[in-house]
């Protein structure tokens, strides 16, 4: 029967260039003569019109013809239209207040919303995302902060020369200049700095790698968790310039009992039988990157507590830069009190005043927490995710999507990341009702 695919043009602010669907994986004749595409004109988007014209794609101002209209971000509630199917990043899953109006618009004009952080496999695993790109920004962009906090504290460092992001040309450009400056740092070692640079990981997942793949540009080495007090100690001459740590969910929380052991699968479940200790790590790290996944009952990894009693007048902590790539406002990292822009990635926490203020000056911890990074790497971060996407579109051209939930004939990892359908919640998530009432939605 065919359907008409609508890719929106992305429009939350000046960094949004990517799409979620690149113009070359849309001129294959693989995907079949029965998906057809129209792709909004966009000024800034990364992937100019003319290419998507290119690829024979229709560009139109009008995605009224769509069945399904494809989008990165949240689109704009004026915006929704009745019973289109919609694919975006909704961050309503977990309840999220501030977008339960938008969750409510898609139930009463009963459109379909299938959440790209909903597709996981069997295993619960994400099989879309923008995460490793996440990671490679968020890292760069923390090596940037650092070279500048060092620097404002008399520090100079071959960091410095380390450039946000979103300056570099490309992603492979900025791994070059990285590995050219490893090289000097392997070779002329950090400036007048006799203890090794030490960056901890907070989790191992997609963003993690990105991460450590972006600090593999540079003479670093990995030492694990229970070396880090002994490390933090050590000369350059006895350890390297620059050493790394991965934390697992083990080292983050102990039992409560003296007389358990860790077990993941109950960490998950029940969190309460678990304390936080992250904050014994803390004073021997200079740049903490934190990826991990956080809700409320979980412990956090740093607290405003844990800020006032070691930063402040007459106080010299280790701890410079804390790169939030989770950007949880208030989370996991309590001192994320804000989301910045890129040309301005960080803030200064003072968590005497509880104030903040742009840059890397101050007596509290800088806190780099761009809450949308991968748009920093529009390019590349749109052609990964387009390359998977693409491969699931055959499957929406023999759905008929005005059948009810049970009848839908889709594969289960896009079954699965159905949120809403003909006005009501899907079964996996009519728990979001109990927030829409909260909400008054």
């Known amino acids: 029967?065919?359907?008409?695919?609508?890719?929106?043009?992305?429009?939350?602010?000046?960094?949004?260039?990517?799409?979620?669907?690149?113009?070359?994986?849309?001129?294959?004749?693989?995907?079949?003569?029965?998906?057809?595409?129209?792709?909004?004109?966009?000024?800034?988007?990364?992937?100019?019109?003319?290419?998507?014209?290119?690829?024979?794609?229709?560009?139109?101002?009008?995605?009224?013809?769509?069945?399904?209209?494809?989008?990165?971000?949240?689109?704009?509630?004026?915006?929704?239209?009745?019973?289109?199917?919609?694919?975006?990043?909704?961050?309503?899953?977990?309840?999220?207040?501030?977008?339960?109006?938008?969750?409510?618009?898609?139930?009463?004009?009963?459109?379909?919303?299938?959440?790209?952080?909903?597709?996981?496999?069997?295993?619960?695993?994400?099989?879309?995302?923008?995460?490793?790109?996440?990671?490679?920004?968020?890292?760069?962009?923390?090596?940037?902060?650092l070279g500048l906090r060092f620097a404002h504290l008399g520090r100079s460092t071959p960091l410095l020369e380390i450039k946000p992001t979103h300056e570099y040309g490309s992603l492979e450009e900025a791994k070059g200049h990285l590995r050219a400056l490893g090289d000097r740092i392997a070779t002329e070692g950090l400036g007048d700095r006799t203890k090794p640079v030490i960056m901890g990981i907070a989790g191992y997942g997609n963003v993690s790698r990105g991460c450590q793949e972006i600090l593999d540009c540079l003479p670093v080495r990995e030492i694990p968790v229970c070396d880090l007090a002994a490390a933090a100690d050590s000369t350059v001459e006895e350890v390297g310039p620059l050493l790394k740590v991965v934390f697992k969910e083990e080292d983050m929380v102990s039992p409560r009992s003296k007389q358990a052991q860790f077990v993941l699968q109950d960490y998950y479940q029940h969190p309460e039988n678990y304390r936080g200790r992250f904050e014994d790590y803390l004073p021997h790290m200079d740049l903490l990157m934190n990826t991990i996944y956080w809700e409320d009952k979980y412990p956090r990894l740093v607290t405003r507590k844990w800020a006032r009693a070691n930063y402040g007048s007459g106080k010299s902590p280790r701890l410079q830069v804390i790169g939030d790539i989770s950007c949880d406002i208030g989370g996991s990292i309590e001192l994320t009190v804000k989301a910045p822009m890129p040309d301005k990635p960080c803030f200064n926490f003072d968590p005497v005043s509880q104030t903040v203020q742009d840059g890397v000056e101050g007596d509290g911890p800088v806190i780099m927490a761009v809450d949308n990074l991968p748009c920093e790497l529009p390019r590349e971060s749109s052609e990964h995710f387009s390359s998977v996407l693409r491969e699931m579109l055959p499957d929406l051209a023999v759905v008929d999507f005005t059948s009810n939930f049970g009848s839908l004939n889709l594969p289960s990892h896009l079954k699965k990341a159905i949120v809403t359908h003909k006005g009501e919640l899907a079964p996996g998530y009519r728990y979001l009702q109990e927030f829409l009432d909260k909400a008054g939605n």
């Open 1 to 145: 029967m065919g359907i008409v695919i609508g890719i929106r043009r992305e429009d939350k602010n000046e960094w949004e260039r990517r799409v979620p669907l690149v113009p070359a994986d849309l001129g294959d004749s693989k995907l079949g003569p029965d998906l057809e595409f129209i792709a909004q004109p966009s000024a800034i988007r990364i992937f100019k019109d003319e290419e998507y014209r290119e690829a024979g794609i229709s560009v139109s101002e009008d995605l009224g013809p769509a069945d399904v209209i494809m989008a990165v971000k949240e689109v704009p509630i004026p915006l929704l239209q009745e019973n289109k199917v919609y694919f975006f990043f909704s961050h309503t899953v977990k309840g999220q207040d501030y977008n339960m109006p938008l969750l409510r618009r898609l139930l009463d004009l009963k459109a379909t919303l299938i959440d790209y952080e909903r597709i996981v496999d069997e295993k619960g695993r994400r099989l879309i995302f923008f995460s490793l790109h996440a990671g490679y920004a968020g890292m760069i962009d923390s090596l940037y902060c």
